[in-house]
């Protein structure tokens, strides 16, 4: 698999993906099934949806599908937060928190520049 080196969210994105992946396995090793698939779907959609963006037709589309990125990953968030409060886990989640908001700030970022 190859990246655009100087494509910073293309990576972040695909990186996070895996990470989430694992994190939904070690979940479902404490019987956590339900916030876990949640984060699983959400959490694993926002690169998909930078590449679809990449793939862009027009800066529309581009920002379209950076638009979709953006709330998937505020999505994840949103149920990273809920798993962690709930307390229905021993996994911490606060590295994973740090990474979507720097995820989210970024992807804001390239939406703004590009409506300019």
Do not use: P
């Not at 339900?34 to 590449?51: H, Y």
């Not at 809920?82 to 979507?100: A, C, G, H, N, R």
């Amino acid at each position: 698999m190859s990246f655009k080196e100087d494509n910073l969210i293309q990576k972040k994105t695909f990186d996070f993906a895996l990470k989430i992946i694992q994190f939904y396995s070690d979940c479902k090793s404490q019987n956590e099934f339900i916030l876990s698939k949640q984060i699983l779907r959400c959490g694993t959609s926002i690169g998909a949806n930078v590449e679809e963006a990449i793939a862009a037709q027009s800066k529309k589309d581009f920002i379209s599908k950076l638009s979709i990125a953006n709330k998937e990953a505020r999505e994840t968030k949103y149920w990273l937060r809920l798993l962690d409060k709930s307390e229905l886990t021993q996994i911490k989640v606060e590295t994973y928190l740090t990474e979507i908001e720097h995820i989210i700030n970024i992807i804001t970022k390239i939406i703004k520049t590009s409506q300019e």
